[in-house]
């Protein structure tokens, strides 16, 4: 580890400087670079602190299973709460008013379904990845290919929409430009993933969860503060100020027609629930129980955050959208609705407040980005090198440093997708995650728990049905087929595909595994038994 | 019939200790009421999310209606603020009951059967 150690500091010696020296012209925001450097000063010598306790695979995968319930709930918050969750949350209800309500809550009731349905037994069943669960009692290597591409899918997707995202924010808040912001965000995030693991992940989402945290509930407390605490004047101010007048409080264009509302229910509900970066979370706490109580404070932690995006969102629509200075010369919002909170944040705390929340946007970011890629990397270097490629038996020590080559690649890929999607409308790319998230993860991860019958060979191909539909129904549809790539008219005419991808899967999967004919089938079948008791009962030579 | 290409994942118990467990009557009956408790959960937060979807899928207007006269607030915002209230309190129900009934019942099974 003194090696590492040795390149961690290289890293922050060489970065510091380069931002501190940076001669970014005078768009610079100086308290919000000083507090973002604070933050990333604490965060590499957290990560520092990480790199000395990363021994053994468990602990860069999973923190050695030792974090608390209450931490691992704050660290999931982290890593769900993304940037694209408060900034386009809070710029969607600033926009459209309910219909961001609508999504809020869709992002929120997957969570009680993974209590009740996923978190225990997939501790029970697990060690790294959901892949360890699934294979419990199905082939490793098609399983965990099949995982390993739903993954690296969803995690790719979702790394370009929050890069894209970090460029375009970090220019606007930090006068930074886009490619130094890339690279940023890249070389941290590969700092904290590669030396530190899964402990410094952990620690630096947490540090964020409590910072944007605070951050949101200033936001709240003084839009209330506003409107003398009375709710009847914070929506009849929002009201009076927004051009849509009171349809702001109903179901508005974003949902137009009913199978896209039931289908974008699906994603959100069903996606949260297959998501690797949040699944592999539950490996980083002891036991099934500490698991039950992640979910319990994450959602918790989330919830209440959602809360106050609604009062920032409606306390901006009439603290922001009506304040000129905030508007440019046709009307509309400087930097897009996106920027609303932020806006929102000076608008009531002065230029100090608007340096905290920039720098906490840009934390948010990191932590989201850190999670990603070692779930990314994780699929690579647990379920393909070490389960695939050494079946089962790598040589000592080559799995975590496959890991952290993994990482580097990643987060290499990241920067230069990052750079690449710069001018590409990457708003669909979260919802794609989301539906793939729902028709791979999901499915295969929660029938090998609860159906019986379930074999590798109908997991296996209804798992890559399930995928290849997501992808072809959104390149098909009206996002990619008719905004990007210019024709007339969809093939596929809605804009969400989880309600066609998702049965899709599950037909498939039923089918092919009523209809499999292989010679495991049995032996996979009879093994149900065990793995049922297994998933119930955990580890019990720890309670002897 | 566990075999060994199972050893990343969890740890695995011997085949006689699955038995014991899998056959003993209290397990099947906890197993039985936690199950039953996690499906009505599940129930009760899928039934409210998609009666609210599909509220918004076929008559969104019913949620811009205001909660009584003389307000602005219209039903769609405390049914929405309802429902994330309601994802809270419903994992803090499941994990109290879990912690105060079955996590007891399940350790003295352990126990008694000296697994």
């Keep these: 580890m003194r090696k590492s150690s040795f390149w961690l500091r290289c890293v922050i010696v060489s970065i510091l400087p380069s931002v501190v020296f940076a001669d970014m012209g005078d768009t610079l925001n100086i308290p919000a670079v000083s507090m973002f450097l604070v933050f990333v000063s604490g965060t590499l010598a957290i990560t520092l602190w990480a790199a000395r306790r990363t021994r053994t695979a468990s602990d860069f995968y999973a923190a050695g299973g030792k974090i608390t319930g209450f931490q691992n709930g704050l660290a999931i918050a982290g890593d769900y709460m993304s940037a694209a969750s408060f900034l386009g949350l809070s710029g969607l209800v600033f926009a459209s008013g309910f219909d961001g309500i609508i999504y809020s809550i869709g992002f929120l009731v997957g969570w009680p379904i993974i209590l009740f349905l996923i978190a225990e037994r997939l501790r029970n069943l697990g060690r790294f990845t959901f892949a360890d669960a699934v294979s419990f009692r199905l082939q490793s290597t098609p399983i965990r290919s099949l995982s390993a591409c739903g993954t690296l899918t969803v995690v790719l997707l979702y790394l370009i929409a929050q890069m894209v995202g970090a460029g375009k924010l970090i220019e606007v808040l930090f006068g930074f430009p886009y490619e130094f912001a890339v690279a940023v965000v890249g070389v941290l995030m590969i700092s904290y993933v590669t030396f530190g693991g899964m402990i410094a992940t952990t620690w630096v989402q947490i540090v964020k969860a409590i910072l944007l945290l605070s951050g949101a509930s200033f936001l709240a407390f003084a839009v209330l503060w506003e409107v003398d605490f009375s709710f009847e004047r914070l929506f009849q101010s929002a009201v009076d100020s927004h051009a849509s007048g009171n349809l702001i409080l109903a179901p508005g264009q974003l949902i137009s027609d009913p199978i896209s509302a039931i289908s974008l229910g699906l994603a959100l509900m069903f996606g949260t629930a297959g998501l690797p970066h949040i699944l592999m979370r539950f490996f980083t706490v002891p036991d099934a129980k500490e698991a039950r109580k992640s979910v319990v404070f994450a959602t918790g932690f989330v919830g209440y955050f959602y809360l106050l995006l609604f009062i920032i969102g409606f306390g901006a629509i009439f603290l922001v959208g009506a304040n000129a200075n905030y508007l440019d010369a046709n009307g509309m919002i400087i930097g897009g609705s996106n920027m609303a909170a932020i806006h929102l944040s000076q608008a009531v705390g002065g230029d100090l407040f608007l340096g905290f929340i920039s720098a906490v946007a840009f934390a948010t970011i990191l932590a989201v980005v850190s999670g990603l890629t070692l779930a990314g990397a994780s699929a690579i270097s647990h379920d393909l090198y070490a389960s695939v490629f050494c079946k089962e038996r790598p040589k000592d020590g080559s799995e975590i440093r496959v890991s952290r080559i993994a990482t580097i690649v990643l987060g290499l890929a990241a920067m230069i997708l990052g750079l690449s999607f710069e001018n590409q409308n990457v708003a669909y790319m979260v919802g794609l995650a989301f539906a793939i998230a729902a028709s791979v993860n999901f499915p295969i991860l929660f029938l090998s728990m609860y159906w019986k019958k379930l074999t590798t060979r109908g997991a296996f191909i209804g798992g890559f049905v399930g995928l290849i539909s997501a992808v072809v129904c959104v390149i098909t549809g009206p996002t990619i087929w008719v905004s990007i790539l210019g024709y007339a008219e969809p093939i596929f005419p809605y804009k969400h595909p989880a309600l066609f991808s998702m049965s899709a899967a599950f037909i498939s999967i039923y089918l092919f595994s009523i209809y499999d004919r292989s010679p495991d089938k049995a032996m996979e079948i009879e093994a149900f038994d065990n793995q049922f008791v297994q998933s119930i009962v955990g580890t019990i030579e720890e309670k002897k | ?115």
């Design chain 2, 1 to 115: 019939m566990i075999d060994l290409h199972k050893k990343q994942s969890g740890e695995v118990m011997a085949q006689d200790t699955y038995e014991k467990i899998s056959l003993d009557f209290d397990f099947q009956k906890l197993v039985k009421d936690r199950t039953n408790f996690s499906w009505m959960l599940t129930g009760v937060m899928l039934v409210s999310y998609y009666t609210f979807i599909l509220v918004i899928a076929f008559s969104p207007h019913w949620l811009g209606v205001p909660v009584s006269t003389g307000t602005i607030i219209t039903w769609g915002i405390p049914i929405g603020i309802f429902l994330i209230i309601l994802s809270m309190v419903i994992t803090g129900v499941y994990v109290l009951r879990c912690n105060r009934e079955y996590d007891g019942r399940m350790s003295e099974i352990i126990s008694r059967l000296n697994v």
